[in-house]
């Protein structure tokens, strides 16, 4: 063999993304290899000028197929793999190039996280554990048509699982048409491969995940409800299931189900921190508050290293939002404000936080301090969606309803790719109830970026109800929210 790591890949249509992945990676490891599943652009003619070694290969359906091609042509002891659209930035790549200097000649694979884009709605960004280099043995393949597994091949051979503090960011989920196309894809693939496996855990799983990103929970719970029956507390995935279990049936409104289920996951994963946010959010709105604050506090409280398992990067500013909301609710102003100013303290453009600020500042009653608070959101470097987002809010609790739209209309102009000031001018001009041609455009331009977004979705159809907008004029609704927490 050649020197110490192969990097493998598979392409198609990639031409646009393959030089910001591979040229950080280039002084990093020994080949390249490229397997191209049928490009129609300058995919291969690209990964050449690279260095890669490029081979064809027909796509069939199935990734693992696709990947083991890449394996096969790997010359090196090590294989270490990446998507076109990941990228690796100057700190991890330096922690890379420190684990590629310590590589063993051991029976080892080590773990690293996945890092999605945040979500435009909520802010969230996902996060999942990926064996992202392993040994090159004959017996480790890749399994499954798509979300394709390599740890099982690597647990047959007894091979040390490592974890490592590095972070491969994926970027192929910015456009939310793009990742609809992507979720459907799969769908058609999970099904194939559940009609030739009916009992594979795997695809019941990924079928219930697919259905639930696609904003459809009634079509998610079969196939969730049934993977569980079969669940393994040990395997990795299952700490997941009883996460999205319990996503599915809260944004299908069955809410003393998915607290059930939520209590049943902890009972397996006592500090998993999806599971406890998740019982904090189900509390509040069932009307516990007394049960949410603990859950959220516990959550808030845990040791630093447990936040590595979260589903959600975004997961802890958001408990602390909940925890702020119920706090504002019970006239417990100034533990609210603490709560968003620690927030800010941490992300100091987190729009919650601000808006949370104001509601704080409004129930007070002191008009004499919102000009020395909206100076000191103005203070912030790149505020100024916040500022404008403030401002149309106290200048709609001052009775200047057109002020306040004013400020949204030039921040919708500003910021376009930004749900937040949709959103705010799609509830003012429902509250206000005088403009509704107006709130109908305001409510499509959320759905225009979240096409899942349940309130807008929700409000949508009662406003045509109230115009009596013919129904197959709506955009297609999904059976709820996009996101585990939606709302305005």
Not at 292 to 320: G, H, I, N, W
Request: proline share 5%; charged share 25%; glycine share 6%.
């Amino acid at each position: 063999m050649s020197g110490p790591i192969s990097l493998c890949m598979i392409a198609r249509n990639e031409e646009a993304n393959l030089t910001h992945c591979l040229e950080p990676m280039k002084a990093l490891i020994d080949e390249i290899i490229l397997v191209d599943t049928g490009s129609s652009d300058r995919t291969k003619e690209v990964a050449t000028r690279l260095g890669a070694h490029v081979f064809d290969f027909p796509w069939i359906d199935d990734f693992s197929a696709a990947r083991n091609v890449s394996l096969r042509h790997a010359s090196c002891p090590w294989i270490f793999w990446l998507d076109a659209d990941d990228r690796v930035d100057e700190k991890n790549r330096q922690r890379l190039q420190m684990l590629f200097g310590t590589l063993r000649d051991d029976n080892a694979a080590y773990l690293m996280k996945c890092q999605g884009m945040a979500n435009a709605t909520t802010g969230s960004a996902s996060i999942t554990d990926h064996v992202r280099m392993f040994r090159n043995h004959a017996e480790v393949r890749w399994q499954h048509r798509v979300h394709e597994q390599i740890l099982p091949a690597l647990c047959r051979l007894g091979a040390d699982v490592r974890s490592t503090d590095i972070v491969i960011h994926h970027t192929g989920y910015l456009d939310p048409a793009f990742r609809v196309r992507k979720a459907e894809r799969n769908l058609r693939l999970l099904e194939r491969a559940a009609a030739e496996t009916p009992d594979d855990t795997h695809a019941l799983f990924y079928l219930g995940q697919t259905h639930l990103m696609l904003g459809a929970p009634q079509r998610a719970l079969p196939f969730l409800r049934e993977c569980r029956k079969h669940a393994d507390p040990l395997n990795p995935l299952t700490s997941r299931l009883y996460v999205l279990l319990t996503q599915a049936l809260h944004q299908a409104g069955e809410l003393p189900e998915a607290l059930s289920i939520c209590q049943a996951g902890g009972r397996y994963f006592p500090d998993n921190p999806d599971l406890l946010f998740l019982e904090g959010v189900i509390r509040q709105k069932t009307g516990d508050a007394a049960g949410a604050e603990t859950c959220l506090q516990r959550l808030l409280a845990a040791p630093a290293e447990s936040r590595s398992v979260s589903m959600d990067t975004t997961m802890y500013f958001k408990a602390r939002h909940r925890l702020a909301l119920d706090y504002l609710r019970q006239g417990r102003h100034e533990e609210a404000e603490g709560q968003w100013r620690t927030i800010l303290a941490d992300n100091p453009r987190f729009v919650q936080a601000w808006l949370g600020l104001t509601d704080v500042y409004l129930a007070r009653g002191r008009p004499e301090v919102w000009e020395p608070f909206l100076q000191s959101v103005v203070a912030v470097p790149q505020n100024g969606l916040n500022f404008a987002l403030v401002k149309a809010r106290l200048k709609e609790a001052q009775g200047d309803v057109p002020a306040a739209r004013m400020h949204l209309e030039e921040a919708c102009s500003h910021h376009g790719q930004s749900l937040w000031p949709h959103i705010a001018l799609a509830r003012l001009l429902l509250t206000e109830g005088r403009d509704w041609a107006a709130a109908e455009q305001a409510l499509l331009a959320v759905l225009a970026l979240d096409p899942n977004h349940g309130e807008a979705l929700r409000n949508l159809g009662l406003l045509r109800q109230r115009l009596g907008t013919a129904a197959e004029q709506m955009p297609p609704a999904s059976a709820g929210g996009s996101t585990v927490v939606g709302g305005w």
